[in-house]
């Protein structure tokens, strides 16, 4: 919550003291900041100036003043910076030493302080509210005097309204002997065409305030545009020193690469200013036409206990105009800010001026969803989706119905809902931790990469393109309303959230199009962890580092930190995180020790490692699982690493393939692309001589299709090529099509009878030339399993995760190969103990009464 000064209606402190509350509860619509908050470049430029902060700072501002010069091409000389537009309001009635001064009024009010400082004589040229208070050329023409100062909002404060801009040039046009002071602090709300810059009349004097639009007003910094002569007077007036070096240095980089920031700020203002006026003039109120990000309202009658109210029972602090002269307490200003926060403001003034009692105090809360925690790291595959298990076991097993949300996955891995949609394997995991069945609503998102550069995007589980990486990013925020109603529809379904992010939030090519992490974390209005991996090295480094490319919005989402995947004495990091804490101020909220053989699917990643580890013994099987390069679901392999009479080993190229007994082709998301380079790399020639020699062959998927003698892609689903010769294990024919395979799938093994079950996503249609080859076939009659010797071929994900098959399958291998079956069941592959053991592990190793009061459970 900003605490900033709220100008004449008491600072930020003494309203919080009025209301009851602390600072942080104080909903300020008195201060008119802007809501995107400050610019990314802001953090940036304060960095580097603190470089600098042991030296005085220019005295004039020469290097800030220079930049304003090359982007405005204005002449240095009419160029005068100060410590805000404040500071020169009140030296210009020094320096310009005319005895009169007109305000047109309604007015900022410390346009007449500053003119009774300087003994100027004032008067007030009252603009009419039937014209908006806008100012009036007629009016002013008959009342400016000659060696007089006139005041001009353009736009006005608190009216918000202006005169035309050819008109005000007239007016001064005519007037010169008179000089007019034009104040645009709030202009670049107002659209490019607005400013009276670059031009400067040389009876004008023109402030532009370089805080307002930026979010930055404590910063202090503010410029003065007249002819060489006044320009000169000012500066006498003003300090030496008077910017210091951290306003210089982000001004400049204002003047510099602000562009994009200020047409982001008007294309926010401009439907929220007009969205609350709607909604003000629908609760009776009367709204004048604002041009800037503040809005001028009038009660229907004057009402001081309306002020009263908000202050005291929803913590809204609201600008009481009643010190404007021209104006009473029947008016109000407010500033325009994001879209929640105009709706409580909404909802709190018709409760007040219904006349309702509010039950108890209230004040704004930003959950207005379910609670929830949201887990980001500073890189992929630092833990997240693994943590994000952990979370979701420990809140249910403390009582919560909860569920798992990521908005966007990129990942090999998938899996098929009952309802036969497609998620990212890591929520379908995570669902499990939450004893759920996975829901489409969990992942609206799924990108699997199909190339280097693209990747088949997956909408709320079904295919809807194959895109390259750039339009995919043009594309990305149509998805985001979507991801919004999933997610909306997921949390009103459950006690708690909790989110996982992606990659890292401190990538800044990616935060503008963001869906999945920060981003998603304001709309969904949940607290941020974040997660670093301590193995990597560097971990510290990456928190602090990660936080400084945050906005202020984002780190006030942010809580804290989990260090993640420790090993050795947790106490010697002890100094590391009180330097964190206090460069930072958010705390490391937990310490979580390396856990080998967790016993769960690690996290979702564009590359696949083999993990999890049992003792062997000494009779095995070796294993190869052959490395595809758009390999998908290599989890489907998981359950045979717990095995102790299998040692699986990952290859890639083919003088690491040896003389196994056993090879697996997992599936790929590119079958003819990784077809082609297994050839390249003479892997297909390897496998082809080891399964002639005996070797035993497994195809899954993609691997199945491979396997056969043609693939075809007339379509070019997955490649350029339309077709190719397959490995010719056996004489199958796959095409790929439009139409996708996605289904939870039961099976039947034509030789035993025995019930085997997966999931199937897949585009081929494989198509066979004898039904002996048929292995397994689904309820529906389908084949989904080909068989003949020994190779072994289905398009069941999954079908090896049940122990009684899994061990009948080897033992089958076992006994082809001269050794002894073991019989009965080895391993047990039940994740939902591992899950328990995980949660238990993270619970041990984390502040669960810090998280839990984060999240606003306990």
């Given at each position: 919550m900003t605490t900033v000064n709220s100008k004449h209606g008491g600072n930020i402190y003494e309203l919080a003291k009025k209301a009851g509350c602390v600072p942080e509860q104080i909903l300020d619509f008195s201060s008119s900041i802007n809501p995107l908050g400050p610019p990314e470049f802001f953090r940036a430029a304060v960095s580097r100036s603190l470089e600098n902060i042991v030296h005085y700072p220019d005295p004039q501002a020469e290097r800030l003043i220079a930049a304003a010069?090359?982007?405005?091409?204005?002449?240095?000389?009419?160029?005068?910076?100060?410590?805000?537009?404040?500071?020169?309001?009140?030296?210009?009635?020094?320096?310009?030493?005319?005895?009169?001064?007109?305000?047109?009024?309604?007015?900022?009010?410390?346009?007449?302080?500053?003119?009774?400082?300087?003994?100027v004589e004032i008067s007030y040229a009252g603009m009419d509210e039937t014209d908006n208070f806008a100012p009036d050329f007629e009016k002013l023409d008959a009342l400016v005097e000659k060696n007089t100062l006139v005041f001009i909002g353009h736009p006005g404060n608190p009216a918000g309204t202006a005169m035309a801009k050819e008109q005000l040039r007239k007016l001064v046009g005519k007037h010169p002997e008179t000089i007019f002071v034009i104040d645009e602090a709030f202009a670049d709300f107002c659209g490019k065409s607005f400013s009276l810059l670059p031009e400067i009349p040389p009876n004008a004097v023109i402030l532009r305030s370089l805080t307002k639009i930026f979010a930055i007003p404590g910063l202090r910094l503010g410029l003065a545009f007249a002819s060489a002569k006044n320009t000169a007077l000012i500066r006498e007036q003003l300090p030496p020193w008077s910017v210091n070096s951290i306003a210089q240095e982000v001004g400049g980089k204002i003047?510099?690469?602000?562009?994009?920031?200020?047409?982001?700020?008007?294309?926010?203002?401009?439907?929220?200013?007009?969205?609350?006026?709607?909604?003000?003039?629908?609760?009776?109120?009367?709204?004048?036409?604002?041009?800037?990000?503040?809005?001028?309202?009038?009660?229907?009658?004057?009402?001081?206990?309306?002020?009263?109210?908000?202050?005291?029972?929803?913590?809204?602090?609201?600008?009481?105009?009643?010190?404007?002269?021209?104006?009473?307490s029947q008016f109000f200003r407010i500033a325009v800010k994001n879209r929640a926060e105009n709706a409580y403001l909404i909802n709190a003034?018709?409760?007040?001026?219904?006349?309702?009692?509010?039950?108890?105090?209230?004040?704004?809360?930003?959950?207005?969803?379910?609670?929830?925690?949201?887990?980001?790291?500073?890189?992929?595959?630092a833990g997240k989706s693994v943590l994000t298990s952990a979370f979701c076991r420990i809140l249910l097993q403390d009582g919560y119905n909860v569920a798992p949300f990521k908005s966007q996955n990129m990942a090999l891995n998938s899996y098929v809902t009952a309802d036969g949609c497609e998620i990212g394997r890591a929520q379908a995991v995570q669902s499990q931790a939450c004893r759920l069945a996975p829901d489409v609503r969990m992942n609206p998102v799924l990108l699997k990469p199909s190339t280097d550069t693209g990747c088949q995007v997956i909408l709320m589980g079904k295919p809807v393109a194959n895109l390259k990486a750039k339009a995919y990013f043009s594309h990305k925020e149509s998805l985001f309303p979507k991801v919004q109603t999933a997610y909306d529809s997921l949390a009103a379904d459950y006690d708690a959230i909790i989110l996982e992010g992606a990659g890292s939030p401190g990538e800044m090519n990616l935060k503008k199009h963001d869906i999945v992490n920060m981003n998603m974390a304001r709309y969904a209005q949940s607290p941020v962890l974040l997660v670093g991996d301590i193995d990597r090295g560097g971990v510290y480094a990456s928190f602090i580092g990660t936080l400084e490319t945050f906005l202020p919005w984002e780190r006030e989402l942010l809580k804290g930190f989990l260090v993640n995947k420790f090993r050795g004495d947790a106490t010697l990091l002890q100094d590391a995180h009180d330097y964190v804490e206090d460069f930072t101020g958010k705390p490391v909220l937990g310490v979580i020790p390396y856990l080998p053989d967790m016993g769960i699917p690690e996290e979702d990643s564009v590359s696949f490692a083999l993990t999890r580890s049992c003792r062997k013994l000494d009779e095995t099987l070796d294993v190869v699982l052959i490395e595809l390069q758009h390999i998908s679901n290599?989890?489907?392999?998981?359950?045979?690493?717990?095995?102790?009479?299998?040692?699986?080993?990952?290859?890639?190229?083919?003088?690491?393939?040896?003389?196994?007994?056993?090879?697996?082709?997992?599936?790929?998301?590119?079958?003819?692309?990784?077809?082609?380079?297994?050839?390249?790399?003479?892997?297909?020639?390897?496998?082809?001589?080891?399964?002639?020699?005996?070797?035993?062959?497994?195809?899954?998927?993609?691997?199945?299709?491979?396997?056969?003698?043609?693939?075809?892609?007339?379509?070019?689903?997955?490649?350029?090529?339309?077709?190719?010769?397959?490995?010719?294990?056996?004489?199958?024919?796959?095409?790929?099509?439009?139409?996708?395979?996605?289904?939870?799938?039961?099976?039947?093994?034509?030789?035993?009878?025995?019930?085997?079950?997966?999931?199937?996503?897949?585009?081929?249609?494989?198509?066979?030339?004898?039904?002996?080859?048929?292995?397994?076939?689904?309820?529906?009659?389908?084949?989904?399993?080909?068989?003949?010797?020994?190779?072994?071929?289905?398009?069941?994900?999954?079908?090896?995760?049940?122990?009684?098959?899994?061990?009948?399958?080897?033992?089958?291998?076992?006994?082809?190969?001269?050794?002894?079956?073991?019989?009965?069941?080895?391993?047990?592959?039940?994740?939902?103990?591992?899950?328990n053991r995980l949660a238990a592990h993270v619970r041990k190793n984390v502040d669960m009464k810090k998280i839990y009061k984060i999240m606003g459970l306990k």
């Open positions: 010069v090359e982007t405005s091409e204005i002449n240095e000389s009419f160029i005068c910076a100060a410590d805000g537009t404040e500071q020169l309001i009140y030296a210009i009635p020094r320096a310009l030493k005319l005895e009169k001064a007109l305000i047109v009024v309604p007015a900022y009010i410390d346009y007449e302080k500053s003119c009774r400082l300087a003994g003047f510099t690469g602000s562009a994009e920031y200020v047409r982001e700020t008007i294309e926010l203002i401009n439907p929220l200013r007009e969205e609350l006026t709607q909604q003000l003039e629908a609760s009776g109120l009367k709204v004048f036409p604002g041009l800037a990000n503040y809005l001028l309202v009038k009660l229907p009658r004057k009402n001081d206990a309306v002020y009263d109210r908000l202050l005291t029972e929803a913590h809204i602090a609201v600008r009481n105009c009643a010190n404007f002269k021209g104006l009473n003034l018709r409760l007040v001026l219904s006349g309702q009692k509010q039950g108890k105090t209230f004040y704004f809360k930003r959950k207005t969803q379910s609670p929830s925690l949201m887990l980001q790291g500073t890189c992929s595959d290599f989890t489907d392999f998981n359950p045979f690493e717990i095995e102790p009479d299998i040692r699986i080993r990952k290859v890639r190229h083919a003088r690491d393939l040896g003389a196994p007994d056993v090879i697996i082709l997992p599936g790929s998301k590119n079958v003819i692309g990784d077809l082609i380079s297994l050839r390249e790399r003479g892997v297909a020639d390897a496998i082809l001589e080891q399964v002639k020699n005996g070797a035993w062959f497994i195809g899954i998927c993609g691997g199945l299709q491979m396997a056969g003698t043609r693939i075809e892609d007339p379509l070019g689903l997955e490649s350029n090529q339309p077709s190719i010769v397959g490995l010719n294990l056996l004489p199958l024919t796959t095409r790929l099509e439009a139409g996708k395979c996605l289904s939870q799938t039961t099976a039947t093994l034509c030789a035993s009878g025995d019930k085997v079950s997966g999931y199937e996503i897949h585009h081929g249609k494989t198509t066979y030339k004898s039904e002996k080859l048929v292995s397994m076939r689904s309820e529906a009659g389908e084949a989904v399993g080909f068989a003949a010797g020994k190779i072994w071929l289905s398009y069941l994900h999954g079908v090896f995760d049940e122990d009684s098959f899994r061990r009948r399958f080897i033992d089958m291998i076992r006994i082809e190969r001269g050794m002894e079956a073991l019989e009965k069941v080895q391993a047990v592959y039940d994740v939902d103990e591992a899950m």
